[in-house]
């Protein structure tokens, strides 16, 4: 059973920063693209970064030098550096597999596996 599982959200103000991991299961992570979507309220689901299973990495330009995607094979685990957060970037934050197109990927279709989400609230 395929099992990703996010933590490391929360509330924080504006300008600080947060560690988001996504720890995977039930699937051959080390040959896996992964990535990170987010839903603000009463938005839609954005794409934010995918990083592939040899490392390379792209970016949403919304997050291009403020966030930085990794991952840990050894651990089953991708991260998400949230650094300079604005009120913009309050969302439910997912980690998913990423089945083609990773350098922009289209949702839903080039996704595969979704976890539950963990909340981001930046705020005052």
């Known amino acids: 059973e395929v099992q990703l599982v996010e933590s490391g959200g929360g509330s924080v103000q504006p300008g600080g920063s947060l560690r988001l991991s996504c720890a995977a299961s039930?699937?051959?992570?080390?040959?896996?693209?992964m990535g990170w979507l987010r839903q603000a309220p009463g938005k839609g689901l954005e794409w934010v970064s995918s990083?592939?299973?040899?490392?390379?990495?792209a970016y949403a330009d919304s997050v291009k030098g403020q966030f930085t995607i990794s991952r840990d094979n050894a651990k089953n685990t991708v991260f998400l550096q949230m650094n300079s957060l604005k009120p913009e970037d309050t969302a439910v934050y997912h980690c998913?597999?990423?089945?083609?197109?990773?350098?922009?990927?289209?949702?839903?279709?080039?996704?595969?596996?979704w976890g539950q989400g963990t909340q981001v609230t930046v705020s005052s």
């Open positions: 039930g699937f051959t992570f080390d040959a896996t693209t």
């Open positions: 990083i592939t299973y040899s490392r390379a990495i």
């Open positions: 998913a597999t990423i089945r083609r197109n990773w350098w922009h990927p289209t949702i839903p279709n080039d996704f595969g596996y």
